[in-house]
């Protein structure tokens, strides 16, 4: 098993460009979820997904939408990116209540 | 909401010294799980301990091991025997039990020095 795995490990974007952080999991995890992680902030939750098809709005998802077509994806897509989403991102994995695994992070800057 | 405070932002331990590291939590649930993870350099998430808060025995994973205190929603994690490869930041993280809103609340961390 690969576990989760993220793409890309870095970027660096312009204020306003578009681009998708990719997930991917082979575990069967139901549950899928993304977290920003900014200095001093502790890991905050974006949004997550309880299964294919179905997602929901954490704590901080302005400026980010998700969408789940299928168990084993669940790409983070930045709409219009903006300085203060500079940060560390990390996606999560689980099944039915057990512990999340997390992916090895992407680092974003936007400029 | 559910709040995870760390107040201790950097610690210190000698090699082969134990180090206690600090949480609380404020939560209105009765049932939830706790979690310690650290995150070295790498930057890689990695579970260390969980704990379920219906549990009364504190959990034990080799060196690492917690101090659960449910009445006063306390949650320090033990490392004994300090190793050189301990060091990392050490988040402290709450969750509620039920299925559906599996959502990890995370304090803020301790950054873990290991002194040679």
């Known amino acids: 098993n690969a576990g989760v795995t993220q793409t890309p490990k870095f970027q660096v974007l312009k204020t306003g460009q578009s681009m998708t952080l990719q997930c991917a999991q082979d575990?069967?995890?139901?549950?899928m979820s993304w977290y920003r992680q900014d200095p001093g902030m502790g890991l905050r939750l974006i949004h997550y997904?309880?299964?294919?098809?179905?997602?929901d709005q954490g704590e901080v998802p302005n400026g980010y939408n998700v969408s789940r077509s299928t168990t084993e994806d669940f790409p983070l897509r930045l709409l219009s990116a903006a300085p203060s989403q500079t940060s560390v991102y990390f996606c999560?994995?689980?099944?039915?209540?057990?512990?999340?695994?997390f992916g090895p992070g992407t680092r974003l800057t936007v400029l | 909401a559910q709040t995870v405070t760390q107040s201790q932002p950097e610690m210190s331990v000698q090699e082969a010294e134990t180090v206690t590291l600090s949480c609380t939590y404020d939560?209105?649930?009765?049932?939830?799980?706790l979690f310690w993870y650290k995150q070295p350099p790498s930057r890689q998430m990695i579970l260390v301990i969980r704990?379920?808060?219906?549990?009364?025995q504190n959990a034990t994973e080799n060196r690492f091991s917690v101090n659960f205190q449910k009445a006063a929603k306390s949650f320090s994690l033990k490392i004994s025997d300090s190793q050189l490869g301990d060091a990392a930041m050490y988040f402290c993280?709450?969750?509620?039990?039920?299925?559906?809103?599996?959502?990890?609340?995370f304090g803020t961390g301790t950054r873990l020095t290991i002194i040679p």
């Open positions: 993280a709450y969750r509620r039990a039920n299925f559906g809103n599996e959502k990890l609340t």
């Open positions: 999560a994995s689980s099944y039915r209540g057990t512990t999340q695994y």
């Open positions: 704990q379920e808060a219906y549990k009364q």
């Open positions: 939560t209105s649930e009765s049932d939830y799980y």
């Open positions: 997904s309880v299964g294919a098809g179905i997602t």
């Open positions: 575990m069967n995890h139901e549950y």
